[in-house]
Structures are given as structure tokens and as C-alpha cells.
């Protein structure tokens, strides 16, 4: 059985869709460090494009919507 392990945060945080500045080099270094406790069960990683590419899905209610781009909560 495989998993996937998605961690979502906001990309202004990092910089935005450029990823530059010291959070984005801090998080890095907390992922690089939490990487191996999967040993060798861990397949693979990679970051994901910005939200501005992102197609959304969502259900609920009996229904699903597909959004261009993401739901923003702000």
C-alpha cells in the first residue's frame, strides 16, 4: 500500500510564485530533516506548481464544482 502526504501552505508566505526569502530556506531545511524518518519507504518528492495553475475540486452536498485556479479563503 502507498500513500501520499500532501502538505499545503500559503505561497506568499515563501515568496510567492517567485519562492524566494528565508521562510522558503527554513522550510526546506525542516523537510529535508524530516524526510529520512521514512527511510527507504519514501519514493519520491517534488514541488508542486503555484496556485496560479491550480485547478480545484470540490464536493459537497451531492455535487462537484471544478474551479480554474484556487478557492481563496481570505
Known amino acids: 500500500m502507498q500513500y501520499v502526504l500532501l502538505i499545503y501552505e500559503d505561497e506568499r508566505v ?36 503555484g496556485t496560479a495553475s491550480a485547478t480545484t475540486v470540490r464536493a459537497g452536498n451531492g455535487k462537484r464544482t471544478v474551479h480554474d485556479g484556487p478557492l481563496c479563503r481570505d
Open 14 to 49: 515563501y515568496g510567492g510564485p517567485e519562492k524566494t526569502g528565508p521562510a522558503l530556506q527554513e522550510m526546506m531545511a525542516k523537510h529535508m530533516a524530516f524526510a529520512p524518518t521514512f527511510g527507504s519507504a519514501r519514493k519520491g518528492g517534488a514541488g508542486l506548481k
